[in-house]
Each structure stands twice: as C-alpha cells, then as structure tokens.
C-alpha cells in the first residue's frame, strides 16, 4: 500500500510534534535568559508540546494500523500505546528537573531538549519496520542518552558514566549492525513485511548462520534494554547520572527497545520451528538472568537511586518474559506492566529525589521515620514500594499476574517459578525502606523543601493510579488487548 | 432464596467502614479524646461483626451439605479474566468466621491499653478483621488471593511498629515466608486456570473442585509428570507455611514472641487456621486424588509437628514462645486429623481448629496480661534465676482462668481440646496406627510442660517481683470470660459446632472416598 509521503505524514503527527517542540525549545532557550523566568517558560512549553502528542497519540490508538513511509515505519496501536507510556514518563522526568537539584539550573533547559530527543529516538524505535529505522532509532536515542548520563560536568563519576555508556553502547551498535549486515545476507532484506515469507524456506546453512547473527542483533537491544548479560553498564551509569536522568533511563529507553524487541520477536520467531524453538530458549535464560541478576543486585544497595536502577532491570526481566510467549496475551501483559511501572517508578524516583536534594546522598537511613515527619509521602512510597513488589491490592501485583498467566499458559512453568521467587527476593529491598520509613524513630524533624503542597499533591496524583489500577484493572487490560502489532 | 445475600457483603465490609471510620472519626473530636473515641468506635465495629456472625449462623440451614446458597454472592470484577466477586459460607468456613468474629472482639477490648499511635494500630487491625473473613468467604480463586495476600500488610505494620525488641526481623520473616508461599500458590492458581479452559468457572474454587485435572500433564526438567502432583505440591507448601508445618515453621515463634498481645491471639488463633482452611477449601477438594496419594506425607508431617513442637515448647525459657511452640504441635493434630480422610478425623481436624483458637487466645491473652504487669515473659531468665513464682497466692482469679486455659490446651477430658482431639485419633487410628501411638506421646509430652511451666510460674515461693503484681481488673475478667465459657461449654456439649460442620464435611469426605 503506497501513499504519498504528505498523506503519510498525517499519521505520523505524535513525532512531529515532538520535534517541533523539540525545535522550538531549541529556540526558546538561546532567546531567553536563562533565568527562573525564562526556564519556566521552557518548561511550561515542553510539557504542552508533549502532552498535545501524548493526546494525539492516545487519540489514535483506536485507528486502523498502518505501514507508512514506504513501509518503513508502522503505526500501530501497539506502538500508539507504547508511545503514550514514553510520553508520559518523560513528561514526568522533565518535571523531576525541573523541581531536582542534582541537575544544574544552567543545564535544565539542555536536560528537557535531550529528554525530547531521546523521546523522539524511542517512538521512532517503537513503530521502526525495517532494521536501518530501527539502528536509526537506537543510535538517535543513544547518542542522547550519552550526554545525559555525563551531565554532571564537575563529577567524576557522572562522566565515568557518560563514557562507559558511549563505549558500550558503540560496541553494542557496531555488534548489532554486524549481525544485520548478516541477516540482510541470508535474507536479502531489511524490511520486516518480508522478512516473513522468506523464513519458511530455509536451508541448514543458512539457518545455522542466521542464529548467531540474531544473537548479535539482539545484543544491541538488550544492551539498550540492559538485561543480562547486557547489563554491566547500568550500574555505573545509573549511579553517575543525575537523578532525573536514571528515573528517565529507568523508564523510556527501556519501554522503546521493549517494544522494538517484541517486534522483532514477532517477525521472526512467529512461526514454529526450530528458529523458534532456540530463541525461545535463549529468551528463557535471558529473562531468568535479567531478573535475578537485577534482584540479587539490588539486596546489597546502600543508595536508594542504586536499588531502583538494579530493581528496574529486574522488571525489564519480568517484561521480556511477556516478550518469550510471543503472542498477543504477551504483547498485552507486556504493555500493562508498562503503563504501571511508569507511575510506580515515577513516584519512586519524585520521593527519593526530594530526599536526595536535601540530605546530598540517598541512602536507605535518610528515610528514617519518614511517616512521622511526611505521613502522605510515606504512605504513598511505601504502596509504591508493595506494588514494586507485586502485593495484591496494587497494580503492580496485576501486572505480574498478567506476565505470568502469558508464560504458564504457554507452560513455561520453570520460567513463571524463577519470576515469582524473584518477586519474593524484590519483597526484601522493597520491604527495608518501608520498614525504615515506618519502624524506625526520626534522624531529623527538619523540612525538605522539595516536599512542599504541590508537590506531595502531584506525588498523590501519580500514586492514585497505583492502587486504582490495582481493583479496577478491566478498562485498562481493554485498551491493552487492542493494542494489537501490525506485522505487515 | 436470594433474599439475605447481601449478609456476606456486610460481614465482609463492616470491618472495613470501621477503618475508614477510625481514620475519619477523631477529627470530630478534640485532641485528648481522640484515642478513647477510636477504642469504643473500634470495639462497636466488632460488636457489629459479631451480631452479623451471629444473623448467619442463625440462618445457617445445617442440613444442606456445601455452600449455602441463599446467602451466594456473584457478581462479575474481571471479565476478561472471568474473575468473580464471589462469596460463600458453608459448613467450614462458619467456625471459622464464628471465631474470627469472637477474637476480634475480644482482641479490641484486650488492646485498650495500647497508646503508642492508637489511630493506627485499630485501623490496620480492623483491616486485618476484613481481610480475614475475605479469606473464609472468598470462593473465587483470584480473590481468595488477593486477600490471602492483602492480610500480610497489616500484620507487617502490627508487628513491626508494636510489637517487642526483635520485631523488625520477625516482620519481615513473616512477610517474605507466606510471600513465598503465596508465588507457588499463584503459580498454581494460573495454571488452573488454564487448564480448566479460560472458561467462566476457570477461577471458581467449586467449579474446579472434584478431581478434574487428573490426566493433565506438566513437562519440566524434560521429563513428563502429573498436574495434580505438581500443583497440590505447590499449593502445600503455600498453605504449609501458613499451618506451619515443619519444616516451615520457622518464622512462627519469632512472628509470636514480637508480636503484640492482640495479634499473637489473632496469629495463633485465626492466621494458621487459614493455612489448613486452605487444605479444606482448596488443596484437598480441587486435588483429591493427590490429596489421598500424598496422606502418608501430610501425617508423617503431621506427626513430626506433633512431637517436634511439642519438645521445643519444653525447652523455651520464654513463656510466650512455649505457647507459640505448642501452637505448632497442636496444628500438627489438625494435619493429622485431615491425613485421615475420614469423617471422625475430619471433623475433629475443623473443631481442632476451632478449639485451639479459643484454648490459645486464651493462652495469649494471659500471657499479655501477665506482661503488662510484669514487663518480661521469662520463666528463666537467661542468667538462671526465676522470672516468676508463687503467681498462684498472688493472683488467684487469675491462676483459675490460666488453669482453665492450659487444661483446654493440653486436652483434659470436660474441656474443648479434648473432643477434639480424640475425634481425630478415632479418626486416623485405623489408617495409622504406629503414627496414633506416636502422636499420643506428643499429647504425653504436651501435658509435661505444661505443667511444669505452671508449676515453676504459680508454685514456690514468692518471687519479690511478683509481689505488687495486682490481680485481673473487670475489663480483663470480662473480656476473658466468654472464652472460659467457650472452652468449658464446647467441651462439655461439642454439638452445635459439629452440626455445623458435619454435612460440609461428609461431602468433602466422599469426594475423597472416590480416589482412595
């Protein structure tokens, strides 16, 4: 289906719009001052450019999937979905800079402009349809995400950070594109719709080339989506960069190489065979690794910021089990975990950051008796923390039922086993701070700024859907069944 | 007859507008008459309870084997799912909410003097009460869950922030314990539903009930094994850990000993119930062919808790892990009474189950009157010197009731643990014997250190401690009284409790006969 690329950019306007405002901050920023005014004007600017996108986006869920660009690009409600959860996260990202003091006031206007690219890299990603937009995507995220990590000029080890992320990211890069060079040779193409028809009729050789060069294509995802064994550098990189810039990682580069992972998985692997059968495999030891290694790291965390990021690669685990099943119960499970994550992660990382901002370090013993000095913070933290940790009533427990009930019913009781007890070894870490908060006396009766009325409000806003997704979870799981992928 | 069926959605919910009332309440009033306005707001909550406990079993038709259906509830939560909000109350699951009722009550009352934080301590209590009864009335899987799970938030703050030196760690044990075992079960509760076929009954604990997953088939390890096996093993462990069964006992007498009063009393006497509730409802009626494949595991089990907690129990210096640990040995008798399979030894296992949650609440509520006089719990101390004497010149009213109380622990023919127990040993002599004598000795080693606590705790001499200890007040008497009268009347006259049961009972008896 062929359409001039005019008509095709009708379906294309959630991006546009992106980059428009990303555009348009770019100007904002070397006009104004950058003082408190002219920075409330930028910000006041990225959050009504991105909430219109957002609006579009979530608007067009319900329209027809659609191959656009010389099929090239997909619009499809799967990434619509996908898209709205970026969205939103980076809207809340931008906003933690906005109130965070990790980030200096003379770069928070650069933090919002690179937070849009980075967002632009991800939707990109998400509807990529053939693997050059997809190298596409993942390079323009990357290379983004690089500079954020490093924002901390005058710290070492935001630097450290910033370095580490660009060094494994281009090995990764250049691994990825060497195992599609490889693909395109078996295949001879690069578009997914034909990808399809090609596998069926294979021979050994090229079966037996055509493994490993998945696995290198896969280890640039996986890189981006930091699971095992990709995940050295998260780490580090977590730790260095500013917080708003981990909460941000935490949620939009991940939830975009989620999607374009699924995607992948669904092109290639669709079809039963022995293809299928050894990625499935992998897959299995590759969720089961993400997951542990994320827990079990996060035990011996010291820094609240620390024990999100390594839990955080524990529920990208959790997410590419949605991802083993390949089928649609999957892609659903999948896209629910997402749209809880990003709150629970959101609120996670807005607590902690006030936290941070006032004590300069965000150990666990800075959340001491934290119910008596900030009850509704406290409250709300520790139902984010439960819901981390998949207890019923939360959201958090839906969404790892629905990861879950996708892999037993494909009978990966092993696989559904090792996520459940890692939900009981996630319990742990989530349970200290809540039993810091509420177990033990006070350090300190002194006020954090940060947690003035309009920000606890907005903490309590993005904590409603926490535990109301948690009961009345029927319209959301709705929405996500119909988000269906368009393999065209 | 759908006419009384919002009766279960009240008995569920009362305890929760109690919640929401005790957060909302105070601030109609001034500050110092706050906490006085939570305890009678608290303690009118329950009484309602009880009343509503009391309407069901007034309405409760005992001749009618399985749920009652007047008092069904059905309506849809998840339809995607095929996930019910639905609830029921049949002949097991009435002692139980009977004796929920009856506890909570009284654990309000025994909670009067507590003063740190008061406003929360009722709300997560009252909490605890709700989610309590969602397990005994929950038949749809999802839900049953759901509140299974819910019920550990409270108890981790009860514990955590009023409960003794230790509590931190016994807070935690406990969550991450029944959090184990609640992933094996949920593992098992999917599973379910898939292979019941997704349909509307897929996540309805009677419609999966009966033995229908025999010929199902797990692969794993790369080898092929049996369904039933597999998940009645996962759903063991699950409530295993609730019971406690040995091995998984261990967070239990840390649970008890930094526990408050109240919550040691709803611990022992409503929390493990759930755990062999669990075989009841579920692991038993949906797995029966397992069930009786595995009795010989659950009775050795059973038998070890027997005996094992029963020896622990001797050794404690401590007088409140001594009645933790005799906990354990006598929901080894409940085990052993559902290894039997048979009427005799079901029924006693269910009025086990509700005798020992009158004979140990009153343990635990004596303990905690004890402490608030005396600030320690040691027998011993661990230097080796008393830590009480001579309490039965000191206080007589209350030696009488402790007298009471042990004898119905320890199974004195006239009180409640007797009937009990002997209706289990009728019950698995045949099928056990050996394992019967064994346990008679657990019942031997039960009587020994029971009284040899009483005797070094009441008799001798004096102990100069315990010399301004003053005696029981009204508010005490009062709210130990009807569990001395429970104890006494259901030893006596065991009827009402067993009719109750005995039809629901001999259903899930038959349906076990089936696959002997």
């Given at each position: 289906m062929q359409m001039s690329y005019l008509a095709a950019l009708g379906h294309y306007i959630p991006e546009l719009i992106v980059c428009i405002t990303m555009v348009g901050l770019l100007v904002l920023e070397a006009t104004y001052s950058k003082d408190e005014h002219g920075r409330g004007l930028l910000y006041s600017g990225a959050m009504i450019g991105l909430f219109i996108a957002f609006c579009v986006s979530a608007g067009s869920l319900t329209d027809l999937p659609l191959p656009i660009f010389t099929n090239s690009v997909v619009i499809d409600p799967f990434s619509g979905f996908l898209k709205c959860i970026m969205i939103l996260g980076t809207m809340g990202a931008i906003y933690l800079s906005s109130q965070s003091?990790?980030?200096?006031n003379n770069l928070k206007a650069e933090f919002v402009i690179m937070a849009t690219g980075v967002l632009m890299g991800g939707m990109l990603l998400a509807s990529a349809n053939n693997m050059l937009i997809l190298y596409l995507g993942i390079e323009t995220l990357s290379i983004l995400s690089y500079a954020l990590a490093s924002?901390?000029?005058?710290d070492e080890r935001s630097s450290e950070a910033g370095l580490k992320y660009a060094l494994y990211g281009g090995v990764s890069a250049g691994i990825m594109l060497f195992g599609m060079s490889h693909i395109f040779g078996v295949?001879?193409?690069?578009?997914f719709s034909e990808i399809g028809p090609v596998l069926n009729n294979l021979t050994a050789t090229q079966l037996s080339i055509l493994i490993p060069s998945f696995l290198m294509f896969f280890a640039g995802l996986g890189y981006k989506l930091a699971c095992?064994?990709?995940?050295?550098?998260t780490p580090d990189v977590y730790e260095g960069s500013p917080l708003p810039v981990t909460a941000f990682f935490a949620i939009v580069p991940k939830m975009a190489a989620l999607g374009a992972l699924t995607r992948v998985t669904f092109v290639f692997f669709?079809?039963?065979g022995l293809l299928q059968e050894s990625w499935v495999g992998i897959m299995q030891v590759i969720a089961a690794l993400t997951m542990t290694v994320g827990n079990v790291g996060a035990i011996?965390?010291?820094?609240v910021k620390r024990m999100l990021a390594y839990s955080s690669i524990g529920h990208a685990g959790m997410m590419i089990m949605g991802v083993v099943v390949i089928n649609e119960v999957g892609a659903r499970a999948i896209l629910f975990y997402g749209s809880t994550y990003l709150f629970m992660t959101l609120v996670a990382f807005l607590i902690t950051s006030f936290v941070n901002d006032k004590y300069g370090n965000d150990h666990?013993?800075?959340?001491?008796?934290?119910i008596y000095r900030y009850p509704m913070m406290a409250i709300a933290m520790a139902l984010v923390m439960f819901s981390l940790a998949g207890v019923p009533p939360l959201s958090g427990f839906v969404a790892k039922f629905n990861i879950l009930s996708a892999v037993v019913e494909k009978k990966y009781y092993m696989l559904a086993l090792i996520g459940g007890l890692n939900s009981v070894v996630s319990l742990y870490y989530y349970l200290k701070i809540v039993r810091l908060m509420v177990f033990k006396e006070s350090e300190s009766s002194e006020k954090?700024?940060?947690?003035?009325f309009m920000n606890q409000a907005i903490v309590v806003a993005l904590t409603v859907p926490v535990v109301l997704l948690g009961i009345f979870w029927s319209k959301l799981i709705v929405l996500a069944e119909s988000a269906k992928i368009l393999i065209q | 007859m759908h006419g009384t069926s919002t009766l279960l959605n009240w008995i569920l919910w009362t305890p929760f507008i109690g919640v929401v009332g005790v957060i909302l309440l105070p601030?109609?009033?001034s500050k110092d008459k706050q906490d006085n306005v939570v305890r009678w707001w608290s303690l009118l909550n329950t009484i309602g309870s009880m009343i509503l406990a009391v309407v069901l079993y007034m309405k409760f038709?005992?001749?009618?084997?399985?749920?009652?259906?007047?008092?069904a509830v059905n309506i849809a939560w998840i339809k995607q799912f095929n996930i019910f909000y639905s609830l029921g109350v049949d002949g097991i699951s009435l002692p139980m909410i009977m004796l929920a009722a009856l506890l909570f009550f009284l654990c309000i009352l025994s909670s009067?003097?507590?003063?740190?934080?008061v406003k929360g301590y009722f709300a997560l209590f009252l909490m605890l009460q709700g989610t309590v009864y969602g397990v005994f009335l929950a038949l749809d899987f999802f839900l049953f869950y759901v509140y299974w799970e819910v019920m550990l938030l409270p108890m981790f703050f009860l514990i955590g922030i009023?409960?003794?030196?230790?509590?931190e760690y016994a807070a935690v044990k406990f969550f991450l314990y029944t959090f184990f075992g609640s992933i094996l079960m949920l593992v098992g509760i999917i599973a379910l539903y898939y292979a019941s076929g997704?349909?509307?009954?897929?996540?309805?604990i009677l419609a999966l009930?009966?033995?229908?997953?025999?010929?199902n088939q797990v692969h794993m390890f790369g080898t092929v094994w049996s369904f039933s096996k597999v998940f009645f093993w996962a759903m063991f462990i699950g409530f295993a850990i609730k019971v406690p069964v040995f091995p998984f006992h261990t967070w239990l007498p840390h649970a008890h000993v930094q526990a408050p009063t109240a919550v040691s009393v709803i611990l022992a006497g409503v929390l493990l119930k759930m755990g062999t509730y669990g075989f009841l409802r579920i692991a038993y009626p949906i797995f029966p062919q397992a069930s009786v494949q595995f009795a010989d595991w659950i009775a050795v089990l059973g038998l070890i808790n027997v005996i094992y907690g029963a020896l622990c129990a001797m050794a404690q210096t401590d007088v409140k892990k001594l009645v933790a640990y005799s906990s354990v040995s006598h929901m080894g008798f409940v085990m052993l009474g559902l290894a039997a399979m048979t009427v005799h030894g079901m029924n006693g296992a269910v009025l086990q189950m509700f005798n020992h949650g009158t004979s140990t609440a009153m343990m635990f509520l004596l303990i905690g009157i004890l402490y608030e006089r005396s600030h320690h719990r040691w027998i011993v101390r661990p230097d080796g010197?008393?830590?009480?004497?001579?309490l039965y010149t000191q206080l007589p009213k209350y030696s009488i009731v402790f007298i009471i109380a042990m004898f119905a622990s320890m199974g004195?023919?006239?009180?409640?643990g007797f009937i009990s127990e002997a209706l289990i040993f009728l019950g698995i002599y045949q099928k056990y014997t050996t394992i019967t004598v064994l346990a008679l000795f657990g019942l031997l080693i039960g009587a020994a250190y029971l009284l040899w606590m009483f005797k070094r705790m009441f008799f001798g001499e004096v102990i100069e401690?315990?010399?301004s200890y003053t005696d029981m007040n009204a508010r005490e008497i009062f709210y130990m009284a009807p569990l001395c009268v429970a104890v006494i009347v259901f030893g006596i006259y065991p009827t009402p409790v067993l009719d109750i049961m005995k039809s629901s009972v001999g259903q899930l008896v038959s349906l076990l006969a089936q696959f002997q």
């Open positions: 003091k990790d980030i200096y924002f901390r000029k005058t295949l001879g193409t690069i578009q095992a064994p990709f995940h050295m550098w669709q079809e039963p011996g965390q010291r820094s666990f013993e800075r959340f001491n008796g934290f954090i700024e940060g947690l003035g | 601030y109609l009033f038709d005992t001749s009618v084997p399985g749920m009652q259906e007047q008092f009067w003097t507590i003063t740190k934080s009023w409960g003794g030196e230790n509590r997704k349909g509307v009954d897929s996540f309805n009930s009966g033995g229908k997953f025999i010929d010197t008393k830590g009480f004497g001579g004195l023919p006239g009180l409640s401690e315990c010399k």
